[in-house]
């Protein structure tokens, strides 16, 4: 099943550049990671990163605070299930 939503992208002031329509696609299964710590640390914060960026790239300022307010809400660790809230 495809869990698809469509969010407003930021709105270009002052003549700046438009942000880019973009997908983020969540299809990937998670490497076997539990044996390395240190990979696992690696291959979290590539993700995380990519997310962010993608993220901080096209969501409006006020979208983009109200997300970090949430996820900060929300406990999560190297736990490799669903997050809840």
């Given at each position: 099943m495809?869990h698809?939503?469509?969010?407003?992208?930021?709105?270009?002031?002052?003549?700046?550049?438009?942000?880019?329509?973009?997908?983020?696609?969540?299809?990937?299964?998670?490497?076997?990671?539990?044996?390395?710590?240190?990979?696992?640390?690696?291959?979290?914060?590539?993700?995380?990163?990519?997310?962010?960026?993608?993220?901080?790239?096209?969501?409006?300022?006020?979208?983009?605070?109200?997300?970090?307010?949430?996820?900060?809400?929300?406990?999560t660790?190297?736990?490799?299930?669903?997050?809840?809230?």
């Amino acid at each position: 099943m495809i869990h698809k939503i469509k969010v407003a992208k930021y709105d270009p002031l002052n003549n700046a550049e438009e942000a880019r329509d973009t997908i983020i696609e969540i299809t990937e299964k998670i490497p076997p990671l539990w044996s390395d710590l240190e990979r696992a640390k690696e291959f979290y914060e590539s993700e995380a990163s990519k997310l962010a960026e993608a993220l901080c790239n096209g969501l409006p300022q006020g979208t983009l605070h109200q997300l970090v307010i949430k996820l900060l809400q929300s406990y999560t660790t190297l736990y490799r299930g669903k997050v809840g809230t």
